[in-house]
Antibody, heavy 117, light 113 residues
Framework: QVQLEESGPGLMQPSETLSLTCTVSGFSLTSNGVGWVRQPLGKGLVWMGTIWAGGSTNYNSAVQSRLSISRDTSKSQVFLKMNSLQPEDTGTYYC???????????WGQGTLVTVSS | DIVMTQTPSSQAVSAGEKVTMSCKSSQSLLYSENKKNYLAWYQQKPGQSPKLLISWASTRESGVPDRFIGSGSGTDFTLTISSVQAEDLAVYYCEQYYDTPLTFGSGTKLEIK
């Protein structure tokens, strides 16, 4: 079955670079895109960016200058890197598999990232 | 960017009641070539990740109870729960996937009286 699992550090300092990994199973990264969605504590969902099945990427313009999404298809992993972290980047980060369109058919359990000095 | 507006922000109903919630988009989500609305609904229960309920504005995902009904077209969409159950306590989000940036509504929190 389709599974996604996020991993990464829980606590970051302001100005640091966040690195998250999404390890997937049950599908191929060359068949479905994977996106990252952030949810600040107690708030709504914000799409950050996606790496599509063909390898192209799209980013939310609000974070585009700080964000990079890449993948290793041989390891079934998708990576998120975001630099210049600020406290407002605190939240739960989800990776999610797209259907053939931009909707999110399957979600990981999320990983909480706290940015604080 | 396409702005998604959900109302109400919260709603409290008793089990067995019918509830409706609205999602409006700032531009049409109806793609003329295939006549499909690029609108999804998600359910996020407390402490859980979101779950896809409905795609294409009205297509229930496999395993989703038939009390969840999506309707609407163009810019106005509705999620109806025909007879609310206690386990439906959650926040419900709409998402447009017509264009990037993909955008979500701010959510409707459903509380059970």
């Amino acid at each position: 079955q389709v599974q996604l699992e996020e991993s990464g550090p829980g606590l970051m300092q302001p100005s640091e670079t966040l690195s998250l990994t999404c390890t997937v199973s049950g599908f191929s990264l060359t068949s479905n895109g994977v996106g990252w969605v952030r949810q600040p504590l107690g708030k709504g969902l914000v799409w950050m960016g996606t790496i599509w099945a063909g390898g192209s990427t799209n980013y939310n313009s609000a974070v585009q200058s700080r964000l990079s999404i890449s993948r290793d298809t041989s390891k079934s992993q998708v990576f998120l890197k975001m630099n210049s972290l600020q406290p407002e980047d605190t939240g739960t980060y989800y990776c999610a598999r797209h259907a053939r369109t931009g909707l999110f058919a399957y979600w990981g359990q999320g990983t909480l990232v706290t940015v604080s000095s | 960017d396409i702005v998604m507006t959900q109302t109400p922000s919260s709603q409290a109903v008793s089990a067995g009641e019918k509830v409706t919630m609205s999602c409006k988009s700032s531009q049409s989500l109806l793609y003329s070539e295939n006549k499909k609305n690029y609108l999804a609904w998600y359910q996020q229960k407390p402490g859980q990740s979101p779950k896809l309920l409905i795609s294409w504005a009205s297509t229930r995902e496999s395993g989703v109870p038939d009390r969840f009904i999506g309707s609407g077209s163009g810019t106005d969409f509705t999620l109806t729960i025909s007879s609310v159950q206690a386990e439906d306590l959650a926040v419900y989000y709409c998402e447009q996937y017509y264009d990037t940036p993909l955008t979500f509504g701010s959510g409707t929190k459903l509380e059970i009286k």
